[in-house]
């Protein structure tokens, strides 16, 4: 069974940073496209950024550009997230997913394969 293990989440003041990596339990070139998004309380889980394991392509939500930046490191086995000046609105819990499939736009939940078990983020005034 894939699993995919988040880490790095933490609770932060705003204009902080933090940096999640995922592993997966399979090599990441298995997948084509490995993504990170976000779920606040109450909110539906939207997509923050995505990468091409083997393009390296990049996709960003608005809220994420300028600020957070998605990299993979293959030899690691790894994809990070790396937010830089955090804002209270960016709390929640952070999921690494991946394999979009056919068809799919990277920024929905439902067109990927496996999830892990998220990080929470915690960004306060």
């Known amino acids: 069974q894939v699993q995919l293990v988040e880490s790095g989440g933490g609770s932060v003041q705003a204009g902080g940073s933090l940096r999640l990596s995922c592993s997966p339990s399979?090599?990441?070139?298995?997948?084509?496209?490995m993504a990170w998004f976000r779920q606040a309380p109450g909110k539906e889980r939207e997509g923050v950024a995505a990468i091409g394991t083997r393009s390296g392509t990049i996709y960003q939500d608005d809220s994420a550009k300028g600020r957070f930046t998605i990299s993979r490191d293959n030899a690691k086995n790894t994809v990070y997230l790396e937010m830089n000046r955090l804002k209270p609105e960016d709390t929640g819990m952070y999921y690494c997913a991946a394999d979009l499939e056919y068809g799919g736009v990277w920024y929905s939940p439902r067109a990927y394969t496996y999830w892990g078990q998220g990080t929470q983020v915690t960004v306060s005034n």
């Open positions: 399979r090599y990441t070139y298995n997948y084509n496209l």
